[in-house]
């Protein structure tokens, strides 16, 4: 038995191939959307910085910024798709040292903002500031008006406490870790189309693929990235093998569990 947390794409079109899952999945695979991709900044700093809204969000381990507004959320987005860097951001901000003082040595910090999203090709700077398409020679520069929209947002004075950091475009992600495609740890876009019993194509709902004993299982498989406690782990443990769901639907492809495959549990 196989439980595989490979991507979609990676699964079905390399390590299994058209003459496994037939012609129809591997043209599905090949229009799978990965939708858009993460870019981080890690930093190390002096000293610990206090957060502007007051000392509840220091206490916390992970949590969003954003703008305001949906109005500007949204125009991000319009702003990704069409390959510009948004001039309105969220990150996530995950302060590391404040949950597990080890990370960092006594009296230092360690934090990481991730922004939710950028475009895995760049066409342009929404905002007007940044000139040049090549993740390689702008990540720098867009990594300095990331931090210099936190300091003045919500972390006060964070740009002169950084000692050292690191930049991490889509590119650098997607080279260091074969399963982040597309700088993204999603694994496909959230679209009606890739959510649900259809995530990520038919054939490969439900954790099952259409090869017996070979199930998928990570962000690739429903409800997608981000969970990996409580219902949606214990649905994918139980789920290898799956004898019933409210997505199921049978297909002559999928061959039928035989009597004696008992489910195994995934941790």
Partial sequence: ?????????????????ETIIGADAVSKLARYEWGPSFFGIYVALDRSVAFKAGPEPA?????????????????SFVD????????????????EA???????PAGKGLMKFIVHFVPYRVTGDAAGKITGTNWSEIKERYADTVLEWIDDAFLPGIRKRIV?????????????????????HQHGAFLPSQVGGFRPIPEFADYRSPVANVY?????????????????????RRSVPISSSPFREERSRRPERSAGEKAVDIV
């Fill in 80 to 95: 990704i798709r069409a390959g510009r860097l948004p001039r309105h951001l969220m990150v996530g901000i995950i302060n």
């Fill in 59 to 75: 206490t916390v381990w992970y949590m969003h910024a954003s703008e305001p507004s949906l109005d500007r959320l949204a125009a």
């Fill in 1 to 17: 038995m196989i439980a595989a947390n490979a991507d979609p794409r990676h699964l079905g079109l390399d390590l299994l191939g």
């Fill in 216 to 236: 998928l299982c990570g962000a690739g498989s429903h409800p997608g990235s981000g969970i990996t406690m409580g219902r949606a782990a214990t649905r994918r």
């Fill in 164 to 184: 050292a950091r690191s930049v991490q475009s889509p590119l650098d992600y997607e080279s260091r870790m074969r399963s982040a495609v597309h700088g993204t």
């Fill in 98 to 104: 404040a949950v597990d003082p080890s990370r960092a």
